[in-house]
């Protein structure tokens, strides 16, 4: 514990109590309220018009006007806590008083002496505020934020292996780094006991046992594992310390027992929600690293999940000698480093597992591949993303000699055509560690969801609740009786269709809330708010400043990842108990809850899907906390039948989409075969695409055009998109083709690209960074953006004049936006897509040069999730358009210029932040922390002592600092041992070398 944590609050500066935070809203909402619309206050951002992964919303039902309803509701109730105070939550005279258990429950009672300060603070506050300063959706924070420590205040940092505080900024060759790292290396077992040196000496007996043991299986002679699965009896003691797995479950030994498993067959393995695939996957994984001393790749669907994957895995990498590196947003290396003497797990994204394949065909080393694990395979037969998993898998299937590949699923309908194309064998178990109870509820009553009854919906009990007319109209599917049936004890999740709707039903919740609720885990409370505000720069979404005291939250993608990171955290320790939540939090994040609510069928207008309904449900119960899990589902009469196919249906099928969007994607499987030098002819061509779901698909897929035609239709696009070049029976790739597949640029955009750069090569404006952002802005996120034509002009009327010449060069004249902006009809049009292009251009250009997420979006008036994610995919583009570049000599003066700007985009914060930033999940606040408690290089944090760390650090916990300092340990080592293979390469004596002339005598 750090002296400040041991503090009490009044001690600790920075801690001011949970209640002068909430007067402070009071009052800011007080002041916001006048100054806004109404439908300002509750709606933090006008995210709803760019859903990324979530649907795009077109809520014109029910929700809606119910959403309109809370808001309008909530205003008054601000407008009426203002009057009567905020601690008089709910007072026995209101008008729309529960009447309910919850009421009775809430009682009228002295107040405790937090809320009587907050109530003190309130009129105190009341007195001094004045005017005071605006406050806007994002909410700015009148009180000043926590200061960065300066230097002196900065703790330098202690322990480990001479990291150093003092910030030194000596610098030093790559020899004496290399130097200081082995000395370090060559001074960790001296320093460790002999106990230590024996336990190393275990683990490489073991290793050769446990490789030996592989050998006879794959022989096929009687298989006699290694104490643990095949691997040494560490890894035993490992998951235990790092994961606290005691021991496998059943279905996971037998599967892990299974001859084909042992055998190394292809393996295609589905269980319910949280069964715990992902063990089975990591001994796996563990298994091709240590004892078939080949590489790995494991890819999950997220950037978050690989973050998270890459953290958990870190500490067995450094315990167990092999490489874990990220494979997501820009970071990754084509082809990946070729490590002589340790093995990678290579943890990617799906398009990063795409490219990383694709550069291991290229080198030849695809062979160095043992393992390709897939997790969530059901997602083959998700767009356009389904499609890159398809054409990865294919290209091992048919390039590599002996990659195992294993997929895992929880939702999938169709696994023999699966089967088939990954010629897999199956291993399926409905096992699951906490049983789930799944409900519907209609008007008041909860029905137990039963298929293999006739009416599906078997009675279960009468809801208890008792609501004044008025709580009925704002609450009308019970959504706050079903909740503190639970809350605070246990946690819960309450799933809504739309982004809005989460902010809205968290609002409401918290409104009816004992207040007692407030005195729960106040202490971390306040530090979540902080730490939000820390992130925000001094802005907290008004919502969550709100809802967080009273330990609820909203979760959905108009966060900042950083944002959503923090809550997730909380939620996961206890100190939140409810998360209101879009359907991606089912894919994306593992947070189990005691009770899983489902607002409605519905995700934005579309009725959910099997897989959808099941991934959602699948998060109630948490294995070893609750004995059991339950789901409910809130239903209207008028989807009662729809409801109850959704329920007790099979799972849906799984298609190919390689056919998609007119082809998209065989096409460019086509184009990268070709560029690959896997087929170079029709024939060969048809060959591989045996190889893909598609063809096993085909009767169903392919009636018109048949596979065949498909076939020749996209070497007729290719050809006439200049793109291949056929000679005869020959194909080949142009130079345009392989910049293509080289930098995972869409077919569509790929000539679109090549002119765009073209142009912008003729009168590059380099003085600032505009024109460069706008060669980069994705074409994919045009469409998300309508600009405002009042912000497009004043932020137009603040270029330069040689940022305003190159904006009318590219076709975007001041005169157009002017005339937009007036509102007067435009004689001459521009064209729409490079306006909005240019548009975004200005947000990525602000966003560079504020360095500031909140103020950029309340700038532009956009969430600052979206303007997040308008930044990573404009830095991963940025980083296809360098590859793009590499390949097309006439691009040579961008090579350099992208390089820098790429890594900008990626990390966009202040430069000294970027090193820190580089290791796994560690995020901006969190690099600040680091920074001013004096951990200011991988290097000091690589050397750090993670109890020295965890209490330097406010609210880091220990396992947080664990996994940071064995991430940098990580990532430092992968430096160092390709710097070290760097200069092995150097010295090495070219085998060719050509020896002097024999002369004869
Ligand atoms: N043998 C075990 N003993 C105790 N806990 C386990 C065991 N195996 C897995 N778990 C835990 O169960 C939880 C769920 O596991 P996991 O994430 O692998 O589920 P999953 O099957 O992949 O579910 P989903 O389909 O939702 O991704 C994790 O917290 C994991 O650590
Ligand atoms: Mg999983």
Known sequence: MTPERERGP???????????????????????????????????????????????????????????????????????????????????????????????????????????????QVQETRVRLQGGDQTSTPLRNTKTSTPLRTKEESRPPR??????????????????????????????????????????????????????????????????????????????????????????????????????????KNLIYSLPTSGGKTLVAEILILRELLCRKKDALFILPYVSLVQEKVRGLASFGVELDFLVEEYAGSKGRFPPVKRKDRRSLYVATIEKAHSLVNSLIENQRIDDLGLVVVDELHMLGDGSRGAIIEMTLAKVLYTAKSTQIIGMSATLGNIKDLQTFLRAENYSNDFRPVQLKEYVKLQDTIYEVDPKEEDCFKFSRLLNFKYSSSMQKLDPDHIIAMVTEVIPKHSCLVFCPTKKNCENVGALICRYLRKDFLLLHEQQKLLLLSQLEECGRGSVCPVLSRTVPYGVAYHHSGLTGEERRLLEEAYTCGTLCLLTCTSTLAAGVNLPARRVILRSPYVAADFLKRSQYKQMVGRAGRAGIDSEGESILILQEKDRLTAKTLVSAPMEKCFSNLLLDEGKGLRSLILSLIGLNITWCVQQLQDVLRCTLLSVQEEHLCVQPSLKEALQLSLNFLQENQLIIREGE??????????????????????????????????????????????????????????????????????????????????????????????????????????????????????????????????????????????????????????????????????????????????????????????????????KQLYNAGYKTLTHLANADPAVLSNTLENLHRKQANQIVASAKMLLSEKAAALQEEVDDLLTLPKDLPSAPLISL
């Open 10 to 120: 009044e001690k600790c500066p920075q801690i001011c109590r949970l209640s002068s935070i909430m007067a402070e809203q009071q009052q800011q909402q007080q002041q916001q309220q006048q100054q806004q619309p109404a439908a300002e206050l509750f709606c933090s951002d006008s995210e709803d018009l760019f859903g990324d992964y979530d649907s795009l919303l077109q809520d014109s039902s029910l929700l809606d006007r119910l959403d309109d309803a809370e808001q309008s509701e909530r205003q008054r109730d601000v407008q009426r806590d203002v009057q009567r105070d905020f601690t008089n939550l709910r007072t026995k005279t209101d008008e729309d008083v529960l009447t309910d258990s919850i009421l009775d429950a809430m009682g009228e009672e002295d107040l405790p002496p937090s809320m009587q300060q907050f109530k003190d």
């Open 159 to 264: 322990g480990g292996g001479g990291g150093g505080g003092g910030g030194s900024s000596r610098r030093r060759s790559v020899a004496d780094a290399l130097k200081k790292t082995m000395l370090c290396n060559a001074a960790s077992p001296a320093m460790a006991s002999r106990s230590a040196a024996l336990k190393e000496a275990v683990l490489s007996e073991e290793i050769s046992v446990a490789m030996q043991a592989l050998e006879e299986v794959s022989e096929e002679k009687t298989p006699d594992l290694g104490p643990f699965f095949g691997l040494p009896s560490r890894v035993k003691e490992l998951m235990l310390r790092l994961k606290g797995i005691q021991s496998l479950y059943e279905w996971q030994e037998t599967c892990l027992n299974l001859p084909s498993v042992q055998r190394r």
């Open 730 to 927: 020959t194909l080949s790739v142009t130079r345009l083709g392989k910049a293509t597949y080289k930098g995972s640029v869409d077919l569509l955009y790929s000539s679109i690209l090549y002119k765009d750069l073209s142009k912008g090569l003729e009168g590059l404006m380099l003085n600032s960074f505009l024109h460069l952002l706008y060669l980069v802005t994705p074409y994919t996120m045009i469409h998300q953006v309508k600009p405002d034509w009042m912000l497009y002009y004043t932020q137009f009327t603040q270029l330069s004049a040689a940022e305003q010449k190159m904006s009318a060069a590219i076709g975007v004249p001041e005169s157009f936006v002017a005339r937009r902006a007036a509102g007067q009809t435009v004689r001459k049009s521009a064209n729409t897509e490079v306006v909005s292009r240019m548009y975004l251009a200005l947000v990525l250009f602000s966003l560079l040069k504020d360095l500031n997420l909140w103020i950029v979006s309340d700038r532009f008036q956009m969430s600052r999730g979206f303007i997040q994610s308008l930044l990573s995919s404009s830095s991963a583009f940025c980083s296809c358009v360098l590859h793009f570049t590499e390949e097309l000599e006439e691009f040579w003066p961008l090579r350099a210029l992208l390089t820098e700007l790429t890594r900008r985009l990626s990390y966009c914060v202040t430069s000294e932040l970027i090193p820190l930033m580089e290791v796994a999940g560690v995020m901006e606040a969190r690099a």
